[in-house]
């Protein structure tokens, strides 16, 4: 069922998640916002709060989900799902998988094109209130042109299909995840 029906909807959901991670003292690292879903790459100043920040994010956008649509009820069911992460590599592919969530869903044809992400600031440098770069992202490059070059570099190749399995068979089992491989590619020109 489409949880962001329209641009309001994802626009009142950004709003909702802005005031919870600086309520929860949470960083927010990448995200992106699907019809039906969203993926938020975090790190919680105290991993004990990322499951009562993920509550009352998902109960305050219902509230507001449930009265534009005269409806009642959760929006999504069950828990959320989540993933420990313990290398850079995992953390750049989390950061990658989220990315091209649009890519894949065929929204797109490049993490560029689609606006409700992260990729613009992460990629392009595009300045955000609410990103807090991870320091695995900052060791990229020693400089911002350096680091966008090098982050940018991180997408030139679609994720294999075994990533995506550990990726998602970690998230759906709340462990982490057994990736260790390296990410390689040519540069692209543009943040298109």
């Known amino acids: 069922m489409p949880c962001f029906g329209c641009e309001a909807d994802k626009a ?4 909702i998640l802005c005031n ?21 790459l ?9 499951p009562h ?14 009265t ?3 409806r009642s009820g ?26 091209l969530n649009p890519v894949r869903a065929g ?9 409700w992400s992260s990729f613009h600031s992460n990629a392009c440098g595009m300045k955000s209130n609410i990103l807090e770069p991870h ?24 994720i294999s299909e075994q990533e995506l399995s550990a990726i998602r068979s970690a998230l759906s089992k709340n462990r982490v995840s057994p990736i260790v491989s390296k990410l390689v590619g040519p540069v692209p020109e543009t943040c298109g």
């Open 12 to 15: 009142m959901f950004f709003s």
């Open 20 to 40: 919870k991670l600086q309520e929860f003292s949470v960083k927010l690292h990448a995200f992106v916002l699907m019809s039906n879903h969203y993926h938020l």
């Open 53 to 66: 920040f993920m509550q009352c994010l998902g109960r305050k956008f219902a509230g507001y989900f449930n």
């Open 135 to 158: 320091r695995t992202y900052q060791a990229l490059g020693d400089t911002t042109f350096n680091r966008l070059k090098a982050y940018r570099e991180l997408f030139t190749q679609p």
């Open 68 to 70: 534009t649509k005269a």
């Open 107 to 115: 929204l797109v044809s490049s993490p560029g094109g689609y606006h």
């Open 42 to 50: 975090v790190t919680p100043e105290d991993g004990a709060e990322v």
């Open 74 to 99: 959760t929006v999504w069911d069950g828990k959320y799902f989540a993933s420990v992460i313990e290398s850079d590599y995992y953390l750049l592919a989390c950061y990658r998988y989220i990315e």
